[in-house]
């Protein structure tokens, strides 16, 4: 039995080169793909053994994680009037590598 694979753009878009793999006659393995690829994809998986074929079609989300704050932020602080507050926001991280703003 033989597994190949299409894959076909689901709102334009096609995974990348790469990102789809046939490891074994039964496993199709997905790579990580790039930031900008970042969406759905549908794919069409068909195995045969040379007398019949079978296909099934699944869609694979691509989805981003959201940076994070590495220890509690304070919700809420209470000061006196004309006096100054300093407020130390604690360290953050993007488990993708990605470039993070900090808007306040």
């Given at each position: ?37 970042i ?10 053994d ?14 981003n ?5 590495t ?12 006096s ?10 993007d488990d993708?590598?990605h470039?993070?703003s900090?808007i306040?």
């Open positions: 039995m033989t597994l190949t694979y299409v894959q076909t753009g689901f709102a334009q878009k096609t995974v990348p080169n790469g990102c789809l793999t046939v490891t074994s006659p039964y496993t199709l393995d997905v790579s990580p793909v790039p930031f900008s690829d969406g759905t994809y549908l794919i069409t998986a068909t195995i045969t040379n007398l019949d074929t079978v296909s099934t079609t699944f869609k694979i989300s691509v989805s994680s959201p940076p994070y704050f220890s509690e932020v304070p919700a809420d602080f209470t000061m006196s009037f004309n100054t507050y300093t407020f130390t926001i604690p360290p953050y991280i993708e590598g470039t993070v900090m306040l």
